[in-house]
């Protein structure tokens, strides 16, 4: 899946000689026999935690997901980019921390593909907009597309 491209798997590194290396997390050397080795750093087991809900991701096989230098559980992954539905406009998908235009819990517009089909003037808050055959428009060119719909009935 294509969300999860920020992330790797956990490996058990028992190859380098441990002393020499320093937690990712704690800064600490690791001198345990066991420790851990996920996105280019190593940590003691009980270091390679989620930076938001703490959860543990010192399990080989885990999936560490790392996302503007935060590394993250899958689930706070999701809850923060992932994405929560697809823009009615370029039907991308709309990831969670984007500012998102809701019409309905349904049909939502990425901020910046919220504008007008015919003058692509972006709307502010407050603005009137109209919709016509799953299209947006302005007040000016909803008249215009209207009357255009209109004339062929
Ligand atoms: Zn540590
Ligand atoms: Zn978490
Ligand atoms: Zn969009
Ligand atoms: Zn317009």
Known sequence: MAVFNDGETVHETLHVHPSKLECGECREKIKDQYFLKAIGKYWHEDCLVCDLCQCRLGEVGCHVLVKLGRKL????YLRL????????SCQQPIAAYEMAMKITPQVQYHLECFKCAECEKNFCV???FYNLESNIFCETDYI????KFGGEH
């Open 126 to 128: 407050g603005d009137k």
């Open 73 to 76: 559980c899958k689930r706070d």
């Open 81 to 88: 980019f992932g994405p929560t539905g697809l823009c009615n």
């Open 144 to 147: 215009v597309a209207l009357s």
